[in-house]
């Protein structure tokens, strides 16, 4: 299993009439803080030699990637507002610490092209831009500590009777922003292969992009679900308007036992939509804020 392409997406083998795309880290596995603190933040440090403000680091960090409104988009933009977080602080302008302007990574970014390692390598062979090499390293010593640290991790206690359920039901999707090779191989680790029809990585573009492919008119209105834990998933879905049903982050385990005692089934029923999902998201929004906390605090 692997080795999926944008073929695979345009010719999604739909055998219902309704589509689940599920998101993977923080959503399916409980590995999303365990690979931001112990695998990206630290090579953050490292890579850009920033041990003198590590702490700010850490906690700019860990808001954009896990506590905010950006939670769970692509690495390469969450490091680009990481520093950026990072830099209007005033500590760590007291501090005296030369930051990197990240000008490379800001126009790789919007380029309109997936981002992954392997457009990222291209574009850095083409340009010859050190500070590209530099973004390529980081990213390939995250992959390096990812692969070593989220060795059986099960996922969430309801997951697996829930993907059960869906694919006895609906086709199902993965939708993520995860190199594609962590997510077959940790798919793959826990026996969950046989459930999704595609697994869609950052190589194949955005979580908004992976649905409109994979929908591709084959599907209804109101026949389409996007599961995930950040607004990134929400958004996506709202791109497609399809149904979304949110995992919260710290209650992760309560909302997989309300999809699989409740929610799957409305969603089968046509009841899903309107009030029912807009009580679900409302909770939702509201635990992932735009304003990080030491802004809020220096203001209060």
């Known amino acids: ?76 933009p969450a490091l680009l507002l990481t520093f950026e977080l990072l830099r209007a602080r005033p500590d760590v302008q007291a501090a005296g610490v030369q930051l990197p302007d ?23 062979e083409r340009t010859g831009d050190p500070e590209l090499r530099r ?21 969430f206690r309801s997951v697996r009777p829930s993907l059960e359920k869906i694919h006895r039901h609906a086709d199902l999707l993965i939708v993520s922003q995860t190199p594609e090779e962590a997510l077959v191989r940790e798919w793959q680790a826990h026996q969950l292969e046989r459930y999704p029809a595609v697994i869609a990585g950052q190589e194949l573009g955005t979580k908004a992009e992976h649905l409109a492919l994979a929908c591709g008119g084959r599907y209804a209105a109101g026949r389409v679900l996007m599961i995930g834990d950040a607004p990134g998933d929400l958004e996506a879905a709202r791109a497609n308007r399809a149904l979304f049903f949110p995992i919260n982050p710290g209650h992760e385990e309560t909302s997989w036992e309300l999809f699989l005692a409740e929610a799957c089934d409305r969603f089968l029923a046509g009841t899903f939509a309107g009030v029912y999902e807009a009580a679900l998201i409302k909770p939702f929004e509201a635990l992932l804020p735009a304003v990080p906390p030491w802004t809020t605090a220096a203001e209060g």
């Not at 860990?62 to 390469?76: D, K, T, Y």
């Not at 390529?136 to 500590?145: E, G, K, Y």
């Open 135 to 155: 973004l390529l390293a980081w990213s390939l010593a995250v992959n390096a500590r990812i692969a070593r640290a989220t060795q059986n991790i099960p996922p």
């Open 1 to 76: 299993m692997g080795g999926f392409t944008m073929a695979d997406l345009r010719d999604f083998p739909a055998r219902h009439d309704a589509l689940v795309g599920v998101d993977s880290d923080g959503c399916v596995f409980p590995t999303m803080e365990l690979k931001q603190r112990q695998c990206f933040h630290p090579e953050i440090v490292r890579c850009w030699g920033l041990e003198q403000v590590g702490r700010q680091l850490r906690e700019c960090a860990e808001f954009v990637s896990l506590q905010s409104r950006w939670r769970g988009q692509n690495r390469f």
């Open 102 to 124: 990240l000008a490379a990574l800001k126009t790789y970014c919007a380029s309109g092209r997936a981002l992954s390692n392997a457009t990222l390598q291209a574009e850095a």
